[in-house]
């Protein structure tokens, strides 16, 4: 079994940064793949990036490519988001997932089969 807790949102400028944090108990960490899902206030529930369970292969949403970084350590059970340029329409509440002894990455949500409890971000003007 994996759970999997975030830290690390909070309230920041336009232009600012942030890194979220995902810590992973269990040994299925190593051996799945992790995603970054976002969902806005009165919307759906969406992807943001995902990386293979090495590390090694990344995939983002089109919104975020070149200004967010996804990584993992995998010796410290933990994903990681780097938010960088922050925008105001970057504002939600961001949840990490794992796809159980999956490899690739993925960018549907039916993939993965763990999600954090999520943490709030938001980008004032």
């Known amino acids: 079994q994996v759970q999997l807790v975030e830290s690390g949102g909070g309230l920041v400028q336009a232009g600012g940064s942030l890194r979220l944090s995902c810590a992973a108990s269990g040994r299925a960490f190593s051996s799945s793949a992790m995603g970054w899902f976002r969902q806005a206030p009165g919307k759906d529930r969406e992807f943001v990036a995902s990386i293979n369970w090495s590390g090694d292969s990344t995939f983002y949403a089109d919104s975020v490519k070149d200004r967010f970084t996804i990584s993992r350590d995998n010796a410290k059970n933990t994903a990681y988001l780097r938010l960088n340029s922050l925008k105001p329409e970057d504002t939600a509440v961001y949840y990490c997932?794992?796809?159980?002894?999956?490899?690739?990455?993925?960018?549907?949500?039916?993939?993965?089969?763990?999600w954090g409890q999520g943490t709030q971000v938001t980008v004032s003007s």
């Open positions: 997932a794992a796809a159980l002894f999956s490899s690739g990455v993925f960018t549907t949500a039916s993939r993965y089969n763990r």
